[in-house]
């Protein structure tokens, strides 16, 4: 397999590669590196990867490094009802019944969160 770049910018790949990823799962990888032609099996655990209050995915950064991370799938910020300008219920409930924490932001969202990131209910 040509991996198609030189030895010594490997380290700036790897970073390039795990920031584009980051959170992501290992089958979502998996299926993407398949697209460029890399048949690659993906393995381990992100264990930075901290879960959206609003639509339980597992898509920003874990404890306090993921306060004010703005949720990719929701577009939540993870700071309370204050930054969101309404109350998580109400942002969850406009998520479940249009996909985004508000209506103004389905532009910002990333119509393909909902396949990159791990979904579970929140058990907090
Ligand atoms: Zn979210």
């Known amino acids: 397999m040509d991996l198609g770049y030189e030895k010594a910018f490997q380290p700036v790949y790897k970073e390039y590669f795990i920031h584009s990823f980051r959170h992501m799962t290992?089958?979502?990888?998996?299926?993407?590196?398949?697209?460029l032609g890399f048949k690659l099996k993906v393995i381990g655990e992100d264990e930075q990867t901290g879960q959206c209050p609003c639509c339980f995915h597992y898509s920003i950064d874990f404890g306090e490094d993921g306060f004010c991370d703005i949720c990719p799938v929701c577009f939540w910020e993870n700071g309370g009802n204050e930054p969101n300008h309404m109350s998580l219920e109400e942002a969850q409930k406009n998520f479940?019944?249009?996909g985004a924490m508000s209506k103004s932001y389905l532009q910002f969202i990333d119509p393909e969160g909902g396949k990159k990131y791990k979904k579970e209910h929140y058990t907090k």
């Open 96 to 98: 479940k019944n249009f």
């Open 26 to 35: 290992n089958e979502y990888i998996q299926s993407r590196l398949k697209d």
